[in-house]
């Protein structure tokens, strides 16, 4: 291979990885944008499957660029993802459940919930299943995929006015100014919540990358719960990337 051929092949790799970088940029406000209203916690996902995606486009074009082979990758990465996720079935619908369930089924441990005929206080929730104490304090173990695709009544008193909204942020951020941003936004809707039980945010995990936090909100009336929740998502994103431009 000639000099120039190569520099043209280097040049040609580097320009792909660039513009791989600025296109996961650019969808990641296109994705912000268009799920402003949703939970950030789910927002967040769908950017990490996103930048996943087209990173995986842009790598296999930069390595077919350098003149290598890359059918036999595709053949054998999807050879593995077919036999991974045929050998894994139960176990990937249980998780993709927990995900659900987290986001959007209305019961958190100590809930007294029914589904399919079995009562019971939730003591557990894992990636694959729920946990639950019944009347004769026998353990029942329920897979997640169940509360997806049952009926679940929940029979604790008030239920209805708890919104759980999760959130993850980067450990850059200032977690203080953080929460006191999104304490002030929930004062802002006050008039929503139940004066005997303020807003509360609560930090639930931390590790190298990412906080995980979980912000409790009691509203005053049920026909409330879906507005305020869209507004509360929203006001957080906004905080998000406030916080985020900050530190960039």
């Not at 402003?36 to 950017?47: A, G, N, S």
């Not at 303020?198 to 409790?216: G, H």
């Not at 409330?224 to 994103?237: F, L, Q, Y």
């Amino acid at each position: 291979m000639e000099l120039t051929d190569l520099l043209y092949m280097v040049l040609t790799v580097v320009i792909i990885i660039v513009v791989t970088y600025l296109i996961t940029k650019v969808m990641r406000l296109i994705i912000r944008g268009v799920f402003k209203t949703q939970v950030p916690l789910l927002v967040t996902y769908i950017e990490r499957g996103a930048t996943i995606l087209i990173w995986s486009v842009g790598i296999l074009l930069a390595v077919e660029t350098a003149g290598l082979r890359i059918d036999l990758i595709l053949l054998l990465l999807g050879l593995a993802g077919a036999a991974c996720i045929v050998g894994f079935w139960d176990v990937l619908q249980n998780l993709a459940a927990k995900y659900f369930n987290d986001l959007y089924l209305p019961y958190r441990l100590g809930d007294e919930v029914s589904v399919r005929g079995i009562e019971g206080k939730v003591i557990g929730i894992n990636p694959v299943s729920t946990i639950l104490l019944d009347a004769n304090e026998e353990i029942v173990n329920i897979p997640n995929v169940i509360f997806m695709r049952e009926a679940v009544k929940n029979k604790t008193q008030a239920a209805w006015k708890k919104i759980v909204i999760p959130i993850i942020i980067p450990t850059n951020i200032d977690l203080p100014e953080f929460e006191s941003a999104v304490l002030r936004a929930c004062n802002k809707l006050k008039m929503n919540w139940d004066e005997h039980l303020p807003p509360l945010l609560l930090t639930k995990s931390r590790d190298e990358n990412n906080i995980r936090l979980e912000l409790e909100l009691m509203v005053n009336s049920p026909d409330k719960k879906e507005r305020v929740s869209a507004e509360m998502n929203e006001k957080i994103m906004e905080i998000l990337q406030e916080e985020k431009k900050k530190k960039s």
